[in-house]
């Protein structure tokens, strides 16, 4: 993005050659400790390109919301350099964060106003915003999130799904260059996960670069181009989703009505992790030509009715480089 490149110099420490003026957010080596001696983030380098949808994915307690606090400029790091929009933070929260739109744990509504007059009052309270203006950005933002009908309602009459969507137009007030959203479905039901996804994809489609935290995998496998996996406070692994999930090996699946005789012939043919469920059975796939294992089904007089690798998703990619379950607590 030309425009990054007009931010002014570095003045911290280098962020590393994949921090360069397409990098939106650079961290290094961030760490946070807290009082009480729980590492929350250790030693995290994240590199989140302009214009991309990026998951930043983890299970609960893995470190997610106190990166994005440290991003956000409010809270300290231990070590560790973390830069936005190219400046370093804390230090540049003033300069960078009206460049930033951000929806971190739920949006801060008053009840007995309507949503209209949430925004109007949220944005009355930013002295960057133009008095002038606001009624129309107001409006504009309330239309984007698809809560114009919706507007005069009071914000205690919502659902969950709408008081996101109206903390999302709180933060589209001003045209941003980032949103950071910390886990916007979380709470949700399927139908307002569905609206807050599109919503964001929609977001995206106009270059703006999105951050967005979650526990949810298959979340990050629809909506994101790119994601970073966390576990325990430490970065597993970060990239082009595709790649990511790539990386891990795929299923061989066969299905047939002779499953105990596949499954037999299968490990003699080097199949490994051999499972049998009904008419299905699947493992690692054996390093060696695939139609050759097809064939020595075939000529053991098993009945192949399908035979085919499952590509394999972002879990089997955490699981074979966590050696876990996703859904473990850190
Ligand atoms: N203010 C704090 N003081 C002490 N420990 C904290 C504090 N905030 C978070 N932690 C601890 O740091 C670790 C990481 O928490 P964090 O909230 O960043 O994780 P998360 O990935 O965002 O999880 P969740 O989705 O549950 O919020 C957890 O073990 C948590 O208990």
């Known amino acids: 993005m030309a425009e990054l490149s007009t931010a002014e110099p570095d003045t911290g420490p280098a962020t590393g050659p994949e921090a360069g003026p397409d990098t939106v957010i650079a961290t290094r080596a961030l760490t946070k400790r807290f009082r009480g001696g729980q590492l929350a983030v250790d030693g995290l380098d994240l590199a989140v390109p302009a214009g991309s949808v990026f998951g930043f994915l983890g299970p609960n307690g893995s470190g997610k919301t106190t990166t994005i606090r440290m991003l956000m400029g409010l809270i300290e ?50 002295p960057t915003a133009d008095p002038r203006t606001r009624r129309a950005r107001v409006a504009a933002a309330l239309d984007r999130v698809g809560l114009t009908a919706a507007a005069s309602k009071k914000a205690k009459a919502y659902s969950l799904g709408m008081k996101q969507r109206l903390g999302l137009a709180a933060a589209l007030l001003q045209p941003r260059r980032l949103l950071v959203l910390d886990e916007p479905t979380n709470g949700l039901d399927p139908q307002g996960m569905r609206e807050i996804r599109s919503l964001v994809r929609e977001l995206a489609s106009d270059g703006t670069t999105v951050f967005l935290s979650s526990h949810l995998l298959d979340e990050i496998e629809q909506v994101c181009s790119h994601a970073a996996v966390m576990a325990r406070g430490r970065l597993i692994i970060q990239g082009p989703v595709a790649e990511l999930a790539a990386g891990a090996r795929g299923l061989l699946v066969v299905t047939t009505p002779d499953p105990g005789d596949a499954a037999r012939v299968l490990k003699e043919q080097g199949m490994a992790d051999v499972v049998v469920e009904e008419d299905r059975v699947t493992g690692e796939p054996p390093d060696r030509d695939l139609a050759e294992v097809n064939a020595a089904l075939v000529s053991a007089g098993v009945r192949v009715r399908g035979f085919g690798l499952e590509r ?13 379950g996703f859904d473990v607590a850190g």
């Not at 394999?312 to 876990?324: I, M, N, P, R, Y």
């Open 312 to 324: 394999a998703s972002l879990e089997d990619a955490f699981v074979a480089l966590t050696g876990e």
């Open 77 to 126: 790091p231990t070590s560790g350099t973390a830069r936005v929009l190219g400046q370093a933070m804390p230090r540049a929260t003033r300069t960078v964060l009206p460049q930033v739109g951000a929806l971190i744990e739920g949006p801060a509504l008053y009840g007995f106003l309507s949503g209209r007059d949430n925004l109007l009052r949220y944005d009355s309270a930013d």
